[in-house]
T-cell receptor, first 115, second 113 residues
Framework: ETGVTQSPTHLIKTRGQQVTLRCSSQSGHNTVSWYQQALGQGPQFIFQ???????GRGNFPPRFSGLQFPNYSSELNVNALELDDSALYLC??????????????FGPGTRLTVL | AQSVTQLGSHVSVSEGALVLLRCNYSSSVPPYLFWYVQYPNQGLQLLLK??????LVKGINGFEAEFKKSETSFHLTKPSAHMSDAAEYFCAVSDRGYQKVTFGIGTKLQVIP
């Protein structure tokens, strides 16, 4: 069983640019969540996608957007990059069956540096 | 609103000593509570979770945590620290939904030989 994978591992961008980060969910999982982990902080919830629809969002501006594809892979897009967007971006997948807790499995993350 | 507070951003213990990492939570509804571990340059791994069953929860690698509603606490313990336990530990809370998991700022555990 393949775990959650993310690409790229590291990325360097300049302020104002746009970036796309990718996540491949664990096999059989239909839900993906994205988190931002700034240096020295805990992960912060950005949003979650379930069956290709956004299913909850944290306190992040609209320039953070996402997509989930029919094969349940996912993208996180960030427009107009700011220096404070430098962080480790984590995705987590789970299989939601409704009504009960379903464990989220995390990928290794993408380290984004904005110069 | 839900939140967690982890007391102590850095904790040092001797190898073989008791590990105690503290977490207090705030939630307007009965919560789900979690402890995750993160090794350098890796993602998060679930150590254990509380989802309203037994209040004493046993996890992987010999860790356990006790849910105490009266104290709004969910402290993580391990009787005897190993060198391999050196990592960063995150307490997290969810309002019984999976839409949003709120993490604490983390506690870095150092194990001294």
């Amino acid at each position: 069983e393949t775990g959650v994978t993310q690409s790229p591992t590291h990325l360097i961008k300049t302020r104002g640019q746009q970036v796309t980060l990718r996540c491949s969910s664990q096999s059989g999982h239909n839900t993906v969540s994205w988190y931002q982990q700034a240096l020295g902080q805990g992960p912060q919830f950005i949003f979650q996608y379930y069956r290709e629809e956004e299913n909850g969002r944290g306190n992040f501006p609209p320039r953070f957007s996402g997509l989930q594809f029919p094969n349940y892979s996912s993208e996180l897009n960030v427009n107009a990059l700011e220096l404070d967007d430098s962080a480790l971006y984590l995705c987590a997948s789970s299989k939601e069956t409704g009504g009960t807790y379903n464990e989220q499995f995390f990928g290794p993350g993408t380290r984004l540096t904005v110069l | 609103a839900q939140s967690v507070t982890q007391l102590g951003s850095h904790v040092s213990v001797s190898e073989g000593a008791l590990v105690l990492l503290r977490c207090n939570y705030s939630s307007s509804v009965p919560p789900y509570l979690f402890w995750y571990v993160q090794y350098p340059n890796q993602g998060l791994q679930l150590l254990l979770k509380y989802t309203s069953a037994a209040t004493l929860v046993k996890g992987i690698n010999g860790f356990e945590a006790e849910f105490k509603k009266s104290e709004t606490s969910f402290h993580l313990t391990k009787p005897s620290a190993h060198m391999s336990d050196a990592a960063e530990y995150f307490c997290a809370v969810s309002d019984r939904g999976y839409q949003k998991v709120t993490f604490g700022i983390g506690t870095k555990l150092q194990v001294i030989p």
